[in-house]
């Protein structure tokens, strides 16, 4: 499979807001063609028309697709592949949270984080890396969490889908080391998103997402010879 545009091309999932939105906006400044898909189709649209009206020589394909729904997800990830040939760039980012501990939680809270948060990210990796591999070249960025390494008491199965999107990072760092394709977790503590727009702390108090979507384009600018392994990154103050 060859590329279809001299242009790199980058594949964000969850691209409409928070950190998926910067990372989108990053790299689309840096001249990236880019792929993306929400559930929701006005987020799509707004953001589509905003990128190429910006940006008219670049390339961009947003596709309403629910993550959480494997074969869904598939025809989207096929998609993505027949619209840009091969994606540069992959950033496993789609995810959701539940409060409540895990004895407490609703039922069905891990089923549904399992499959936004690390099912998703499992099935489209199958998809979009073996081009890669393939072209020996390529970065995958896996947005886990600091609760992929501490107990979150108050986000029982969403600590648990994120423990295992670094154990699955790791592991593709493993298996795709000798293959030339580059393998990054990032771990953000509290960043300023929608779901913690309703919280009394000030704002000040949280990272912005434009500082995550900055470090990944920093970690994918490095020479072919490096790969930065994880990024822990936290707020001035620490976890909240």
């Known amino acids: 499979m060859k590329k279809k545009n001299s242009k790199p091309s980058i594949l964000v999932s969850g691209c409409t807001k928070g950190i998926g939105l910067a990372i989108v906006q990053k790299f689309a400044q840096e001249g990236f063609n880019v792929a993306g898909c929400s559930r929701k189709e006005k987020d799509l649209k707004k953001l589509f028309t905003k990128l190429s009206t910006k940006y008219p020589k670049q390339h961009f394909f947003m596709e309403v697709c629910d993550l959480a729904n494997a074969e869904l997800l598939k025809v989207f990830a096929k998609d993505v592949l027949k619209e840009f040939g091969i994606i540069d760039v992959l950033v496993n980012n789609a995810g959701t949270f539940l409060p409540g501990s895990i004895l407490e ?14 099912s998703s990210a499992y099935h489209l990796s199958r998809i979009i890396i073996p081009p890669m591999v393939k072209q020996k070249s ?12 501490t107990a979150y008491t108050n986000g029982g199965s ?16 493993e298996e795709l080391k000798t293959k030339k394709v580059k393998v990054t977790a990032i771990l ?30 920093n ?18 103050l620490g976890d909240i």
């Open 138 to 149: 390529g970065h995958v960025f896996n947005i886990c969490s600091t609760a992929s390494i």
């Open 188 to 217: 953000p503590g509290a960043t300023y998103t929608e779901s913690w727009k309703n919280s009394d702390l000030p704002k000040d108090r949280f990272m912005p997402v434009e500082d995550i979507a900055n470090m990944i384009y």
């Open 219 to 236: 970690a994918y600018a490095l020479s072919p010879q490096s790969n930065v392994e994880e990024i822990l990154i936290r707020p001035q």
């Open 158 to 173: 969403y600590s648990i889908s994120k423990h295992a999107m670094l154990g699955m990072n790791n592991i593709l760092r």
């Open 105 to 118: 939680e609703e039922e069905g809270a891990f089923e549904k984080q399992w499959l936004t948060n690390m």
